[in-house]
């Protein structure tokens, strides 16, 4: 049970006070209903853990859909100055890059209606979803690597999609400093046959209706308008990046003893940011956040095609058009303001998302004067949320905020809570279809194992490091 005292700051943050070892406080973005429901978690010791690691500037931080992840707490945000500090692949998680990619359409529910059935049998017959599940591709180790260095751009070229999809996608879809060769046989053997796949657990497909505009001049910037269909992906870099976390881990686990440090959990293992473990890992990091770009823009070329031949339309006609792309388990170098200079850090996000404020030279242009577009996925029975990013996340949270609604029950805890129920006809009586290829997704995931998405997005919009644009309610779901 955690020991960590939390004091109240104001009405949506909570601070653990220095104590120990830890070198900065920890703040927790929350409301009083979720610290209430939180209970005696270990997620806040995370976020103390976190505090005590070299190099950390101004705080450890966690969203209001925190709960306990390996080392770093899922929703935590650290960020690291670049001569002192390090990097951990704890603190990015084991799917490198995982993230959410949002499509938006010119069909409204009357041009899918009498489709909807077929639209997600065709998703899940035609896209492979589930554990080990393979794709179509039969790719050569040199091809691999190559789509390990371009990311999206590699799908693009091969016809997935075309170049303006790359210019809706955060960094365009490929992260510099990518090196396959840090990349070990093992973590690309498991990544050859799993390109253009979707995954299993919490990785989803789909298909939604724009429900709430809250911000009716963002959203018609972001193309979003009320009752317009769209397509939520949510996937990552498979079991390629689960590997490169493993393998890291196990020789930062090494490192970080030989270096002496004291770390209050092992699982914080890491390495200096100049020192040749941290670089390795920051390059095979970037192999698999590139692998990452180049499945969900693969993804998302399928589910077009599929839309096209299940409802008889052209490209035109349907209109299904990228939205954004952005990560929400990475490490990134990045500016910010620290004591009024301009200073370089290495910003963890595990279980976080980018949310970088009007003018942000990173945005594309067709956003720049608005802010980035932030996709929040709740769980299956409620849809997600677009969110704007602000100044104040920029100023107060290396531009960061919540990644969806966060779980609150382990996958074990969730499937005993299920026992004896048919979870596909509980979302059927909800008017959602859903489809899974493992027999237990369904149970792992039932809508009571997370937090209520809309008390998390509050938080956030009342905290003044996102704003709430739109709400988008499910009608079709595909999962691994």
């Known amino acids: 049970m955690s020991d960590i005292v939390l004091k109240r700051i104001d009405e949506y943050r909570w601070m653990i006070t220095p104590v120990g070892g830890m070198r900065v406080p920890g703040i927790i973005y929350s409301s009083e209903e979720l610290i209430r429901e939180m209970g005696a978690g270990e997620s806040p010791k995370q976020v103390a853990n976190v505090a005590h690691l070299p190099g950390i500037v101004k705080y450890s931080l966690a969203m209001p859909d925190m709960h306990w992840g390996y080392g770093f707490p899922i929703g935590g945000v650290a960020a690291f100055c670049m001569e002192e500090g390090i990097i951990s692949p704890g603190g990015v998680g084991y799917d490198i890059n995982c993230g959410c990619r949002l499509m938006t359409t010119r069909l409204s529910l009357d041009d899918i209606q009498d489709c909807l059935k077929e639209l997600v049998v065709t998703l899940f017959r035609d896209i492979p979803t589930g554990v080990g599940s393979r794709g179509v591709l039969k790719l050569s180790e040199r091809e691999e690597k190559k789509v390990l260095e371009e990311g999206a751009k590699w799908a693009v070229d091969q016809g997935y999609g075309t170049p303006d999809d790359l210019t809706a996608t955060e960094d365009g879809g490929r992260m510099e400093g990518a090196d396959p060769e840090k990349v070990s046989t093992k973590a690309l053997e498991r990544g050859r046959e799993q390109l253009g796949t979707l995954g299993s657990g919490n990785h989803f497909l789909e298909i939604e209706i724009v429900e709430e505009i809250f911000d009716k001049t963002i959203a018609a910037a972001f193309g979003l308008e009320k009752d317009q269909i769209a397509v939520l992906i949510h996937s990552g870099s498979r079991g390629l990046g689960y590997q490169v976390c493993d393998d890291y881990l196990a020789r930062m686990v090494k490192h970080s003893g030989e270096l002496g440090l004291s770390l209050p959990d092992r699982q914080l293992a890491c390495a200096y940011l100049n020192s040749a473990e941290g670089r390795d890992y920051l390059s095979a990091m970037a192999c698999a956040a590139n692998y990452a770009w180049a499945n969900r823009q693969m993804l998302m070329h399928w589910t077009r095609e599929t839309f096209e031949r299940v409802l008889h339309k052209s490209p035109r006609e349907i209109g299904m058009r990228l939205l954004y792309d952005v990560c929400h388990n990475i490490a990134k170098i990045e500016t910010f303001p620290v004591d009024e200079k301009q200073v370089k850090l290495c910003v963890h996000r595990k279980g976080a998302t980018r949310a970088f404020p009007p003018g942000h030279p990173s945005l594309p242009e067709r956003y720049i004067k608005w802010g980035q ?108």
């Open 373 to 480: 577009p932030v996709l929040i996925p709740g769980d299956m029975g409620t849809g997600s949320y677009v969110l704007v990013g602000t100044d104040k996340a920029f100023n107060d949270t290396f531009g960061s905020t919540c990644h969806g609604a966060g779980r609150v029950m382990s996958r074990n805890q969730a499937t005993k809570a299920s026992s004896g129920r048919s979870i596909a006809k509980e979302m059927a009586a909800k008017g959602i279809i859903v489809m899974a290829s493992g027999k237990g997704t369904l149970r792992e995931e039932i809508p009571e194992a997370y937090k209520n998405l809309d008390q998390v997005v509050h938080v956030v919009h009342e905290a003044g490091i996102s704003k709430k644009v739109a709400r988008l309610r499910s009608l079709g779901c595909i999962k691994g």
